[in-house]
């Protein structure tokens, strides 16, 4: 038996043949399914946005619009979409209200993460006897400090950084 392709929106398996999945997802009933689940995903802003442009269907008031989700009128009452302009409004109320820092405040900021920037660069950099400095392209963090880690997890030190030679062959 060939492979089989399952249709999340729609429940439905069948046969995996781009022929067959192009014809179903072209279908009415996949339409509507995938149009109601991405509706649940939305915001009501957007909500409000497409649904202002549309006008009401007359069929879905009277109770027999067979497009469902994917009419190109509109399904929502003037009283839906003004609660929905209430929530977005009351939204966008809440997100005003938090005080906008000051200047000052800010310009501490930007100055505590330079600083941090600079101890991340003084942890990252190591100047060995011959004199030479050495940039490691990670921060390693001080708490590895107490325990006995490998060699290979230990902290770098100029001291473990001069590799003896050895003689091959």
């Known amino acids: 038996m060939g492979k089989k392709y399952y249709c999340d929106y729609c429940d439905k398996s069948m046969v995996a043949t781009p022929a067959i999945i192009?014809?179903?997802?072209k279908g009415l009933e996949h339409q509507k399914l995938l149009h109601e689940h991405y509706q649940e995903y939305?915001?009501?802003?957007?909500i409000i946005l497409e649904e202002s442009k549309k006008i009401q269907c007359t069929r879905f008031m009277s109770g027999n619009c067979?497009?469902?989700?994917?009419?190109?009128?509109?399904?929502?009452?003037?009283e839906e979409l003004d609660n929905l302009k209430l929530q977005v409004?009351?939204?966008k109320r809440k997100k005003t209200k938090?005080?906008?820092?000051?200047?000052?405040?800010l310009y501490e900021q930007l100055q505590n993460e330079k600083s941090n920037d600079?101890?991340?660069?003084?942890?990252t950099l190591i100047v060995d006897a011959n004199g030479r400095t050495h940039f490691l392209p990670w921060v390693y963090?001080?708490?590895?400090?107490?325990?006995?880690?490998?060699?290979s997890l230990e902290r770098f030190t100029p001291e473990n950084m001069y590799c003896p030679p050895t003689h091959w062959g």
């Open 66 to 78: 067979s497009f469902g989700p994917i009419c190109r009128y509109s399904h929502y009452t003037k």
């Open 42 to 46: 939305k915001d009501p802003e957007t």
């Open 89 to 91: 409004q009351q939204q």
């Open 118 to 123: 600079l101890t991340v660069q003084s942890e």
């Open 141 to 151: 963090n001080p708490k590895f400090d107490m325990f006995k880690l490998p060699p």
């Open 98 to 105: 938090q005080p906008e820092p000051s200047l000052e405040n």
């Open 22 to 25: 192009k014809t179903h997802n």
